[in-house]
């Protein structure tokens, strides 16, 4: 079982700056792939980017604007997001799953993670 709990989001101005945190407690943490999704009002849960094996992965609506990385030795994943637009508003979401799960079905599938946090909202104003 692994419990995660995010933090650090909040009302930005376009253009500005946040940096999301995800703790994660329970069982081993570095044997998990972690991912970031979000999902705005009346939309589908979306991929944002995702930390496996070392490996980063972004959806391409953030990449070059979003940073994924992860601290094994404070179980914490964090997304660091500049140049936030109006279209980033969301709650956003830290999950984790086994890193071959995502094999079958995808990284930007939400069935490839197990755990899911209870979500931290992010609004951007114009």
């Known amino acids: 079982q692994v419990q995660l709990v995010e933090s650090g989001g909040g009302l930005v101005q376009a253009g500005g700056s946040l940096r999301l945190s995800c703790a994660a407690s329970?069982?081993?943490?570095?044997?998990?792939?972690m991912a970031w999704f979000r999902q705005a009002p009346g939309k589908e849960r979306e991929f944002v980017a995702r930390?496996?094996?070392?490996?980063?992965y972004y959806a391409g609506s953030v990449k070059g604007r979003f940073t994924i990385s992860r601290e094994n030795a404070k179980n914490t994943v964090y997304l660091q997001m500049i140049s936030l637009k109006p279209e980033d508003t969301a709650v956003y979401y830290c999950?984790?799953?086994?890193?071959?799960?995502?094999?079958?079905?995808?990284?930007?599938?939400?069935?490839?993670?197990?755990?899911w946090g209870q979500g931290t909202q992010v609004t951007v104003s114009s």
């Open positions: 329970g069982r081993t943490f570095s044997s998990y792939a």
């Open positions: 999950a984790a799953g086994p890193i071959m799960a995502a094999v079958a079905v995808g990284i930007r599938s939400v069935s490839s993670y197990d755990y």
């Open positions: 930390w496996s094996g070392g490996t980063t």
